[in-house]
């Protein structure tokens, strides 16, 4: 199957539609998602963005999006040790 379009965009999250939305109309537009649209971290995310206030703040931000993204602890430690602020 041949398809045709002058964007693709990767991601249907939060990101990816607001880039197509964003596009001009009269663009022909494919998204490529990893699986279903149900099943991208923003739609999961159920209306709830996370935001870092301040860097005081990193902590808790962190480790709320690690449980919301439901992390591993050994893939949470890992990436809080390689984090940079």
Same mark, same amino acid.
């Given at each position: 199957?041949?398809?045709?379009?002058?964007?693709?965009?990767?991601?249907?999250?939060?990101?990816?539609?607001?880039?197509?939305?964003?596009?001009?109309?009269?663009?022909?537009?494919? $998204?490529?998602?990893?699986?279903?649209? !149900?099943?991208?971290? *923003?739609? /999961?995310? @159920?209306?709830? #963005? +996370?935001?870092?206030?301040?860097?005081?703040?990193?902590?808790?931000?962190?480790?709320?999006? $690690?449980?919301?993204?439901?992390?591993? !602890?050994?893939?949470? *430690?890992? /990436?809080? @040790?390689?984090? #940079? +602020?």
């Amino acid at each position: 199957m041949k398809m045709e379009a002058d964007v693709v965009i990767v991601g249907t999250g939060v990101g990816g539609l607001f880039s197509a939305l964003s596009l001009p109309r009269d663009q022909k537009i494919i $998204m490529i998602t990893k699986s279903d649209l !149900e099943s991208s971290d *923003s739609f /999961l995310a @159920q209306g709830g #963005i +996370c935001m870092l206030h301040d860097k005081d703040d990193y902590d808790s931000y962190f480790e709320d999006t $690690m449980k919301a993204g439901h992390r591993s !602890e050994e893939h949470t *430690s890992e /990436l809080q @040790q390689k984090r #940079i +602020c």
